[in-house]
Structures are given as C-alpha cells and as structure tokens.
C-alpha cells in the first residue's frame, strides 16, 4: 500500500492472479495452442481501420486475456484514456495536458484545454501549412534571389526530427520528386555538412523544428546553417525567404532572428515525440502535400476513435499494451522488436524507440515512489529481409524471449517496376515464413527425418514458442502510416497507465544536457571544471591531448 492509501501495482489481486496463471500455465506450446483449438489462427485475430492484426502466436490463452484485461480495469486504463481525450492535465510532472489527439480531430470537434477550443487553432495552423507548402510547392515562395525553392531542410532532433524524417521516408512513393528533402538533427558538423554541401543556397529552406527552440544541437545547427546561407547570398533580409520555424516558443524564434510571420505554431500539450502532425510535418506537408498529409491525419483518427470507443475485447492498443505487459512483466522479456517488411518503413522502428523508450522509460511512479516491476522494454529492429541475414539466428535460437511485431502489407507501393513489384511475393513469403518458424520451430524428430546426422541435430533444431504479433495492411499509404503510428502511441498508453508512470515527461535527458553544458569549456578552454570526476578528467586530458591543445 502507498502512504496515499493506494495499492501498489505489484500488490493488486489482478497483479497476483497473473503471476500465479503465468506459474500454472508453465511453458506453453504453441503447436499444441494451434492444436487445441483449429480456430485460434482466425479466432485470435483483430481489425482496426486497413490493419488486420494477428495475436494468435502468442503464449497465451483466453484466461490470460481475461486475466489482462482485468488488470487493466483495475488500473483504469480507460479512465486515464477518457481524461487523456478530454484534456486533463495528465502530464502530472509538467502539469500539462496530453492532447496530440487533438492534432487530428475534425475541424467541428470541440476540446478544451483550460475552458477553451483548441480544435480552431490547430485547424488554422494546419490551414496555414498548407498555403505555405502550396506556395513552395508551386514555386509561388519563391528565395532571395527569386529563384525557385528546390531544398528543403528540416534542422531538429528528437521528436522535431525522428516523426517528420521517418515519415519522409515511408511516403516517399507520394513525395514530389523534384523537391531534394533532407533532415539535419546531430551537432555533429558533418551531419549538416553533408546534408548541404550540394545545395544551392539560393534554393534552399530552412525548416527549424524545435518546441522549445533552446535545445542547442537545433540552435547550434541553425546557426551554422544561417551563416552558410548569408555567406552565400550576403544579405541579412534573405534569412525572412530562406528560414522557417515550427515551435511553441515565440519569443525565442524571434530572438534567433526569424519573423514569427515565418513560423508556424503548436502548444505545449503536445509532447515532442508525438508531435509529427502537428506544424512539426511541415517538411513532410511541402514533400507529400496538404492532400496526403491530411489522408495520413484521418489514418490516426480512425486508431484514436477506435481506442476511445472499441470495448477491451476487440480494443487493438489495448490488447498490444497488455501483451507488452505479460512479456515484461510475468515473462521477464527485457526487449521488443518492432520488424517491418516494407523498405519505406527502415525509420519506424527509430521512431519507435523514442516514443515507447522516452514514454516508459521510468523508474518512479506517478505517485513518486519507486516502482518494483518492469517498465519501458529496449525498442529495436530494422526492416525484414535484412534483420534475417543479421540478429534473427538470436531471436530463433539464442537465450532471451523477444516478442515482436512483424508489420507487411499486401501491395507494393510506388512507381516500381513489374519486376521489381513481382519481388513483393518474395518480400512476403519471408514475412509469413518467419512468424511460422518462430512459433512452431522444428523438433529433433523432424530433423533427425531429414536424415541430419545425430550430432547436428541440437544444433538444427528450432525450440520455436517465440511470440509474435502480425499486423497486415492492403497497401502503405498515408492514411495506413496515421493508423500505424497512432496504434503505438496508445500502446505505449495503455502500458504507461498500466504501470502507473507519466509517459509524458522525460526528466531523463537533462542531467547529461547539464553536464554537457559544465564540461565543454575544459574541452575548449582547459577550463578546471569543479566536480568532475577523475575519469572524465583523465579522458578530458587525453582528449585535449590528442587535439594538440
Ligand atoms: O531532450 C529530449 C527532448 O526534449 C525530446 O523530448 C524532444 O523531442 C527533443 O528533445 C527536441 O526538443 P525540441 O523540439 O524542443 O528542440
């Protein structure tokens, strides 16, 4: 029991009920699971929007769903979900609400932050990008020097990068092509080096994407870029054609020099990891158009009106939550993979780390004690076929429990060739074939029937029983991409409420921003830095040495 009277998450009946089924159920066999029921491969399935989702690979059972769900109930995960929609500050430690639903609502939706409508607001932003990537889009904008704006560079990090990049990527089928598009985010210079050092300055736009705009990478980079911009083109006025902002910061958008005419705004409800479709898509907007951008914004209102509205057995984020839960928690499973067979998507799982890992990875509860169970797995994974020819061999026949999320969908897109959309079948018997060998392995006497000598056949046996949720869609298209990414979002949710932890903060990123800040005048100056310790001031030496300072 808390000192507030609440019971800890670990000491809830529903927590215990669980444990004690994960005892009784012991290893499960998913061949004899299959077995048992000839229906589970239909019967254990769901569909939200153009994803069908296929959890029937899962070590589990009706009891074991049952028994979720009713952890669930107990933690209220629909009643932080209804007050996370109603726009509540549930963002406790920031004492802010949660509202990237919002971001998507119908223009005649009606949500309140503090009495007032925000849905207006963000229509009229989203009414203003859209004029505005017309207007480059067109050639209408035009630079400093009249000629026709042919780069667009996002400079951001975080969630002002990772969204707007991976998106960039998963639509570039239905991006124009004549538009070179690229995205800056490391302080290392060579990232922005590289990513102008074949533009025409006179061609190019900044897009700035910082909700804060004092985060000093974004600061630093735009800098940079301003003073390459100016010594090409030598005029100050120039900035006004060549630099956008997106940010919640008024104030300092005007103090690093852009007109607040040139910027495009969202509110401080919204976090940076769920901000992509906010003004922080603008890169993307300019790259795909207001029309494609706003198919991708109905995609994540079809998944948000699904997870306010659907009931707990057919509620998809609610299920992939919760299964996330029964790995982590009563599995000790400590990773998740995310492994998508669509080359569009070799960004999404990075994109996931930062809203699944940023969200969850806490170690205090809401309450502000220490939590005593697992929270937030280790994100990771890269597109199918490659992760096979890599890190497969350890999720087929290593020590650990992965559970994954395979994520294909039934069409190529693209302008592709007739052969290389004929490769698409290839693609997907890949993606069927490995869900099948993680489930169902090969046992020795399969093995030895193939006639594999008797000492190879430990060594050639697959254990199977490696849980795997298959999520298909007809076709990767921005409304699929909403839907896709609003799933994750309410899973991270839904386990963030579970665990009773704000999945909207993220304290843990400043102390290592403190501590850059303290110790870069040792590196440039040979400053003495009070406090340092005697590793990082041997490796400050070595490293002054090494510079020849
Ligand atoms: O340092 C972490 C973080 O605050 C992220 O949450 C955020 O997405 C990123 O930095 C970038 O922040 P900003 O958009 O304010 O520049």
Do not use: C
Not at 159 to 165: K, R
């Amino acid at each position: 029991m808390n000192a507030d009277g609440r019971t800890r998450l670990n000491q809830r009946p529903e927590w215990t009920a669980l444990a004690k089924h994960r005892e009784e159920l012991g290893e499960v066999r998913l061949r004899e699971l299959f077995a048992a029921d000839s229906g589970r491969g239909t019967a254990y399935t769901l569909r939200v929007g153009d994803l069908y989702v296929d959890y029937s690979k899962h070590l589990v059972t009706d009891d074991t769903l049952r028994l979720l769900r009713e952890l669930a109930a107990a933690t209220d995960v629909f009643g932080l979900r209804d007050a996370m929609f109603r726009g509540e500050k549930i963002n406790t430690t920031e004492n802010r609400a949660v509202l990237h639903s919002a971001l998507r609502a119908s223009r005649d939706a009606v949500i309140e932050v503090d009495g007032e409508n925000v849905v207006p607001d963000v229509h009229a932003v989203l009414d203003r990008m859209a004029d505005f990537a017309d207007r480059v889009r067109s050639g209408a904008w035009a630079g400093h020097t009249g000629k026709r704006i042919r780069n667009i560079v996002n400079v951001g990090i975080g969630g002002s990068d990772l969204g707007p990049a991976m998106a960039y990527e998963v639509l570039r089928a239905f991006t124009d092509r004549s538009l070179t598009v690229r995205f800056v985010s490391n302080v290392d210079g060579a990232d922005l080096h590289e990513a102008i050092r074949d533009l025409d300055p006179a061609e190019t736009l900044f897009v700035i994407a910082s909700k804060t705009f004092t985060t000093i990478e974004t600061v630093t980079n735009a800098t940079s870029a301003r003073s390459w911009l100016l010594a090409a083109l030598g005029d100050e006025s120039a900035v006004a054609k060549h630099f956008v902002a997106l940010s919640t910061n008024a104030e300092k958008v005007a103090a690093f020099g852009i007109d607040t005419a040139n910027m495009f705004e969202f509110w401080d409800w919204v976090g940076g990891r769920y901000s992509y479709d906010s003004a922080i898509g603008l890169a993307l907007m300019i790259a795909i158009g207001p029309d494609r951008f706003r198919e991708m914004l109905d995609g994540f209102r079809i998944v948000d009106d699904h997870f306010r509205t659907a009931p707990a057995e057919s509620n998809v984020p609610l299920l992939m939550g919760l299964l996330g839960i029964w790995y982590g928690n009563f599995h000790d499973a400590q990773s998740h993979a995310v492994l998508p067979y669509s080359h569009y998507l070799s960004k999404f799982t990075a994109y996931l780390q930062q809203l699944d890992m940023e969200s969850n990875g806490k170690s205090v509860d809401r309450d502000g004690h220490g939590v005593e169970w697992q929270t937030g797995p280790v994100v990771w994974g890269t597109p199918g076929t490659n992760g096979q020819h890599a890190y497969y061999q350890l999720i087929h026949q290593g020590t650990k429990l992965i559970p994954a999320d395979f994520i294909g969908f039934a069409r190529p897109v693209g302008e592709l060739s007739e052969q290389l959309k004929a490769q698409h079948d290839l693609l997907m018997a890949n993606f069927f074939a490995q869900t099948q060998a993680l489930a169902f392995g090969k046992t020795p006497e399969e093995v030895r029937a193939e006639g594999v000598p008797e000492e190879l056949v430990p060594h050639k046996t697959f254990q199977g029983d490696h849980p795997t949720t298959t999520i298909l869609a007809p076709e990767l298209t921005p409304s699929v991409l909403g839907q896709l990414v609003a799933l994750y979002e309410h899973k991270v949710f839904v386990q963030g409420a579970v665990w009773n932890i704000d999945s909207f903060d993220q304290w843990g990123v400043e102390l290592g921003k403190v501590l850059a800040k303290r110790v870069e005048p040792a590196l440039t100056e040979g400053a003495e830095v009070e406090g340092l310790d005697a590793s990082t001031k041997a490796l400050v030496a070595t490293y002054r040495e090494l510079r020849g300072r």
